[in-house]
């Protein structure tokens, strides 16, 4: 990732784990609060948090629709958890039905192991939305007892869990 400006979506919930993760990574970090924030942005990391406040501040920073638009052009996006919601219900970029806090009111984490093709995935849920149905064009990258759990469409890719609590770079290196 070395050389790219990746912004972290920075209006709510977990954004500075991603903004460590991807500095790791070699990227230049840029915490995305307002419109033009966006400008020049090479990929785009969408955290968890509340989906619905996220989308809220979305809409009233006026954002939403322009971060739409670059979505659909192509820009890399990758989002966790809320993340996935917000790709899914707010940008509507990709398709798959996501049913939010499906594991029930819970407080603190789970933990589960996942598979990559034939590795094993450490996945930590939060709140954890689930995927339950994916439209054309969804391919499925982590997968728990053969349900999607990490997903990617095109130039999006979105995970149900939180990779970033995890010392588990796959999702960054593919995103
Ligand atoms: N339950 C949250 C939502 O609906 C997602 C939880 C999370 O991102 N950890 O937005």
């Known amino acids: 990732m070395a050389g790219l400006c990746v912004g972290v979506l920075a209006l709510q919930g977990a954004f500075r784990e991603h903004g460590d993760a991807l500095t790791r990574l070699g990227a230049t970090v840029r915490e995305v609060r307002q419109l033009k924030d966006l400008d020049g942005l090479d990929a785009i990391v969408l955290p968890g948090g509340e989906s619905t406040v996220?989308?809220?501040?979305?809409?009233?920073?006026?954002?939403?629709?322009?971060?739409?638009?670059?979505?659909?052009?192509g820009m890399p996006v990758y989002g966790s958890c809320a993340g996935l919601i917000l790709l899914a219900d707010h940008f509507r970029t990709l398709p798959v039905t996501v049913r939010r806090n499906a594991y029930g009111r819970q407080l603190g984490s789970f933990h589960a192991e996942g598979r990559w093709e034939d590795e094993a995935v450490p996945l930590t849920f939060i709140r954890a939305p689930r995927i339950e149905a994916t439209g054309p064009g969804v391919e499925p990258l982590v997968t728990l007892n053969n349900a999607p759990m990490a997903v990617r469409h095109r130039n999006q890719i979105a995970a149900a869990f939180h990779p970033e609590l995890d010392d588990?770079?796959?999702?960054?290196?593919?995103?």
């Not at 989308?55 to 979505?71: D, V, Y």
């Not at 588990?168 to 995103?175: C, I, P, S, V």
């Open 54 to 73: 996220m989308g809220k501040l979305l809409q009233e920073w006026s954002m939403l629709e322009p971060l739409r638009q670059r979505i659909l052009a």
């Open 168 to 175: 588990d770079n796959r999702l960054y290196e593919a995103f």
